[in-house]
C-alpha cells in the first residue's frame, strides 16, 4: 500500500525465496568473487555476439534462481526486468527462453530495483504468488552502444566508470523462507544539467539523494534503522558526492553504513576501472550476490538498496541533452519481521 | 507497523540551483595530470613514430628505396603492426595509458577502424562490417578533407601560386 508520497509498504512481507547471480571474468577477479553462482572466465561466453553473451548471463542467471528456490519455471506468474540494451533485448529474448508472462521496464541501471519493486508489488497486492525480478549488463555491450567500439584506443578519464558484465535475478514469493522485502521508494527523475556521459555519478547522486530522503520522510524510518546503505552505482566520485549532500540536508547518514556497489564489486584501486562499476548488473550482482548471503549469514539485518540509473541515450547526449536520472530504494530484511 | 508518513520533512530539501551543482560536481573531480599524459603521450607517440622509422629505414637499406618510395610500404607496415595490436585487445589498453600517444600516429587510426570493423562483425559484412568501419574514421576524413581544401585555397592566394 502507498506509504507517504511515493513508497510502497509491503503488508504481506514478499519474500526473496531465492536468487542467483552470473558475472563475468573481472567480477570474478574482484573481492565478491566467491558470492556469485557463476563466473564466466571469458566475456564473450562462446557467443557469437556481446549480445547474447549477455542474453545468455541473464538465462543463466534466472535458471540458477529458479533453482535456488527449488521450484519449476512453470512456478512463476510473471518475469519483470529489463535492461541496458536498445529495446530492452537481452531482457525479452531471455523472457522468450523462460516462456513466463513478462513485463520488459526501463529504468537504466536502477532497472535491479524497479524490477524487484515491481514484483514485491504484484505478490504483496495478490496479483501474483511468485514473480522473477531479472536484469543484466555487459561490458561489452554497453561499450559497444554508448560510446566506442571495444578495442577502440581511447582514453578514459578518471571520473568514468566500468560497465559490470554480470547477471542477477531474484524470486519474490508470497510465503517460503527468505529474506522479506519491506518497502520500496520509487524515485522522481533528476537532472542537475550534468552533461558529461563520462561522469554520470556526478550526474546520479542527486537522484539517489532526492529518493533516499523521500524514502526516511514516506517511512518515517532514519538510516540509523539499516545496517548499511548501498547506493547502485556512484562509485567513486558520485558517492562521496552524495554522502556530502545528504549530510549538508541533515542527514544522518554516520548512523549506518554508508557505501556503493559500484565500489564494492571491484577492487578499484588494483583493478583497472575508473571510479568503479557501473551497469544494470552493478547493483543486482551486489544486491543478489552478495548482501543476500550477508542477511542469510546474520550479519546483516536490514538493507537499504538505492540503485541509480543514468536515463540518457547515445542519441539525446550527442544532441547535447543533459543526463536524466532516477533512482528507486528496496528495503531488504531478515526473516519474517516487520518491526519499525 | 512503521510510523505513518510524516507530513513535514525532518531533512532539508536539495537547495543547490543547477549551477550550483554543476559547479560543486566540478571540484569533486579527480585530477587529470595534464603534465604526466603529455609526457606519456609523448613518449608513446615518439616511440611509435621511432618504430616508423626504423622500419622505413630497412625498406632503404636491404630493400634498395630512396626515403620517399620507402614511406608507403611503412605506414602499410605500420597499419598492419595496429591492426594485429588491436586484434589482439592490446591496442585499447595502450590507449589507456598513452592518450593522444597512440590515437594521433596513423596506427590510432588504424585502430578507429579496425575497431569498428571487428565490434560490428556481428551484423553481417555489409550493414556492419562494411557499414561502421568508418564510424569514427569517418569524421577525420570528412574533416581532413575539409582542412586540406581550404589549406589549399590559402596556399594558392597567398603561396606560391598553386605551383
Redesign the interface.
Known sequence: ML???Q?W?FENKPVIIGAATVVGPDEGEGPLASEFDLVHPELDMQQ????KAERLLLEQASEFAIQNAKMDKSGINFYVGGDLMNQIISNSFAARSLGAPYLGVFGACSTSMESLAIASQLVDSGAATHVMAGTCSHNCTAE?QFR????????????AQYTVTGAGAAIVASTGEGPVVE?ATIGKVV????TDPF?MG?AM??AA??TI?AH??????TPGDYDLIVTGDLA??GH??AK??LM????PMDHTEFNDCGLMVYDVEKQ?VQ?GGSGCGCSAVVTYGHLLKRIARGELKRVLVVATGALLSPLSFQQGESIPCIAHAVAIAAGKE?S? | MASKGNTSSPYKKMSMSPKEYQAFAKEKEPPRSVLGNCVKAFLVGGSICLVGQAISELFVHLMNMTPEEASNPTVAVLILISVILTSLGVYDKLAQFAGAGSAVPVTGFANSMCSAALEHRSEGLVLGVGGNMFKLAGAVIVYGTVAAFFVGIAHLILGTGGQ
Open positions: 506509504r507517504g508520497k513508497s509498504w557469437k555476439s556481446w549480445e559497444k566506442y567500439p571495444t578495442e577502440y584506443g581511447s582514453q578514459k578519464p578518471p571520473t518497502c537532472d542537475l544539467g550534468i561522469n556526478a547522486a542527486p539523494v532526492d530522503q526516511f520522510n514516506d517511512t518515517g524510518r567513486g566520485v562521496p558526492i556530502d549532500l549538508q540536508n541533515g542527514v583497472k571510479a516487520l519499525p
